[in-house]
């Protein structure tokens, strides 16, 4: 059964008075541990979808069901929108996002704490989410002395430390090489599969087809197709094709 699921989502903004439509009846579904990538040029769509999909945009028509919640049209409100986000939704972005003057550990604490997590509970959470990102020996670290690769992990740790079902990703390589952007993937794999998160990572980086089930694609507010991967999946990440 789909832990993530977009039902005909239509979304349409206004310039001025004219209507815009971005997403034009867009379906998809990601089931626990499933890995999509969702590709797109510039202007396709795809941060819309991922907007909406993370609860922080309403469908202008159409549904989203998230771990049994549902959000409908532009009426839902903000507040239940950030009461899902809260307790369903991990999101890891391009840009790291950490407050440079908390160290690894208290930026994956204070995300812990805005979602009611406190004391030794939050503690706890966030050494055992850095600890899981290969990180025990960063926490004490402040951003400006880790690396952008290691600044990923914090983030990823972050994002996962509250375990929430579904994990959200945004051009998570970008900022990094290619050696450590390999890496990054790697360790969603394992996350993903590991803890059983449906993972949606949008993204201009051939390298995420070596990690995902299923590559997606989308244009002019429209899925193309919705492809399985063709990766092997020995559980050690290579890939089998040739």
Do not use: W
Request: aromatic share 4%; glycine share 10%; hydrophobic share 40%.
């Amino acid at each position: 059964m789909p832990v993530l699921e977009a039902r005909d989502v239509v979304k349409t903004f206004r310039e001025g008075r004219e209507p815009v439509p971005v997403l034009r009846g867009v379906s998809i579904a990601l089931e626990p541990g499933e890995i999509v990538a969702l590709e797109g040029p510039s202007g396709s769509g795809k941060t819309t979808l991922l907007s909406i999909l993370g609860c922080i945009l309403t469908p202008s028509s159409g549904d989203v069901a998230i771990a049994g919640n549902t959000i409908g049209s532009e009426s839902t409100g903000a507040r239940t929108l950030a009461s899902i986000r809260k307790r369903s939704i991990g999101f890891v972005f391009q840009q790291y996002n950490l407050f440079p003057a908390l160290s690894a550990r208290e930026n994956v604490e204070y995300s812990l704490n805005v979602k009611g997590y406190r004391g030794r509970e939050a503690r706890r959470h966030a050494e055992e989410a850095l600890a899981s990102v290969g990180l025990t020996d960063r926490a004490s670290f402040l951003p400006r002395d880790l690396s952008g690769g290691q600044k990923q992990r914090v983030a990823i740790a972050r994002a996962v430390a509250a375990r929430p079902p579904v994990l959200l990703a945004d051009e998570p390589t970008a900022n990094l090489d290619s050696q450590m952007g390999l890496q990054i993937l790697d360790l969603f794999r394992e996350l993903a599969k590991r803890d059983n998160l449906a993972l949606l990572i949008v993204t201009h980086d051939p390298n995420v087809r070596r990690i995902a089930d299923r590559v997606v694609r989308i244009r002019d507010g429209l899925l193309l197709h919705d492809d399985h991967s063709q990766r092997g999946h020995n559980g050690d990440g290579r890939d089998e094709t040739h």
